[in-house]
């Protein structure tokens, strides 16, 4: 019988929470149903509390079942980086998978993945989220240079991420390949159903922003979008489920100023994955009216529960909603995401929509992000 192959996954995992831990525990929930031995290095300490701007970076919920998961790396102690890269290097698995999402990661990612590469035997691959931050700071490019030089191939999970990359190496393979369906939040509910669970008023209709609160997610724009008078005569509410990592005042100023207490509900605690198919089953709508974006592990949550979508025309988002067709795609301004809110409901675009997002969701399997990773492989150390 063939020996199994050994994968290990760098990044977070439980009891971390949050969708880069859901997307690397679904990822090695992948690798494990392929026979592979699969085997995650999570972090001990993965932000410093001072630069944490959450409430928590812990889940309460219980691990996942049939995965194992090493809590190892402390992302700003060095010496725990020297001995997870060596133990990993002694290992000698046949593929790493690191996932790449900020330039604060890149000295701990890029220590180990060198430590690693001693082997002379282990192919190590990084799932790039984002390349380029979309809140910058000084040195995030010459950390992510650092970074690129570690690793030995790349997958983009959007376009925009792979002509990034294009500004520091043009040498070492890579390809796209879209974010697969977070499908690990349960099957869809009814509408009903879900209304109810979150103890909402069934008489009115829910479009849903979801998701950490950032400067960047144009949660402003959309409120402003909610003062349209187009808007205030239908009858509908916005659901606002997230945390805020961002100051609220500015939300809540909007809030005030426009009169919208009573149109907008505000779920600002983390959302636990058994509540999340309540969220997006109550809403006719996911809105995402980013400023700017790459990708977004929302538009896979709302595509696995077949939710149509209005979204920002920023970054790569546009790539993976078929404008017309699964939703809309505009321009981050309150006047266009209101125009798309209104025309969603005055043509009642609901059904239609709803019906080319479950044809469209077929794209994006998990099965096709190991392929991905398989093309890489079969290229050969750089």
């Known amino acids: 019988m063939s020996q199994k192959k050994t994968v290990v996954l760098i990044g977070s995992a439980h009891p971390l929470r949050g969708g880069l831990a859901a ?43 049939g995965l194992t998961i090493k809590t190892r790396i402390n992302s700003i102690n060095p010496m725990s980086w020297i001995r997870v890269g060596t133990e990993i290097k002694k290992l000698k698995p046949d593929l790493v998978i690191v996932k790449f999402w900020m330039p604060f990661m890149a000295p701990c990612l890029s220590t180990i993945c060198r430590i690693i590469r001693k082997n002379k035997h282990t192919r190590i691959i990084s799932i790039i989220d984002n390349i380029i931050p979309h809140e910058k700071r000084i040195g995030d490019k010459a ?14 999970m959007s376009r925009s991420v792979m002509d990034e990359l294009d500004l520091f190496d043009k040498q070492k393979p890579k390809v796209f390949c879209p974010h697969p369906l977070y499908d690990n939040f349960g ?10 669970k979150l ?16 400067d960047y997610k144009g ?6 979008a909610f003062a349209d008078p187009r808007i205030r005569e239908m009858k509908v509410k916005l659901l606002v489920a997230g945390e805020f990592y961002c100051d609220p005042k500015p939300f809540r100023e909007i809030i005030d100023k426009h009169g919208l207490q ?7 605690d983390f959302i636990p994955d058994n509540d999340v198919a309540s969220y997006f ?14 990708q977004s592990g929302v538009t896979q949550i709302a595509y696995h529960f077949n939710k149509p979508m209005v979204i920002t025309n920023v970054g790569g988002l546009a790539e993976f909603v078929p404008d017309g067709k699964a939703g809309y795609v505009v321009q981050p301004d309150p006047t266009e ?27 994006y399997s998990w099965k096709n992000m190991i392929e991905a990773v398989e093309t890489l492989e079969v290229r050969g150390k750089t």
Do not use: H
């Not at 675009?349 to 969701?361: D, G, W, Y």
């Open 23 to 65: 997307y690397n525990e679904r990822l090695a929930g992948e690798y494990r149903d392929q026979r592979a031995e699969v085997t995650i290095y999570s972090f001990s300490l993965q932000y410093p509390s001072l630069f944490f701007p959450g409430k928590s970076q812990y889940t309460s919920e219980p691990p996942p079942g």
């Open 143 to 156: 950390l992510a240079g650092y970074f690129v030089r570690s690793v030995d191939g790349f997958v983009a």
């Open 187 to 196: 099957d869809a509910i009814s509408k009903k159903d879900a209304i109810r």
């Open 199 to 214: 103890g909402l008023d069934d008489t009115w209709s829910y479009i849903l922003f979801f998701g950490f609160i950032r």
């Open 219 to 224: 949660l402003d724009l959309l409120l402003k």
């Open 262 to 268: 009573d149109r907008v509900i505000m779920s600002n």
């Open 281 to 294: 089953c109550a809403a006719d709508l996911v809105v995402q009216p980013y400023k700017s974006a790459t």
């Open 337 to 363: 995401i209101a125009n798309a809110i209104w025309k969603f409901y005055k043509e009642d675009k609901e059904e239609e929509f709803a019906a080319r997002v479950a044809i469209e969701k077929e794209k």
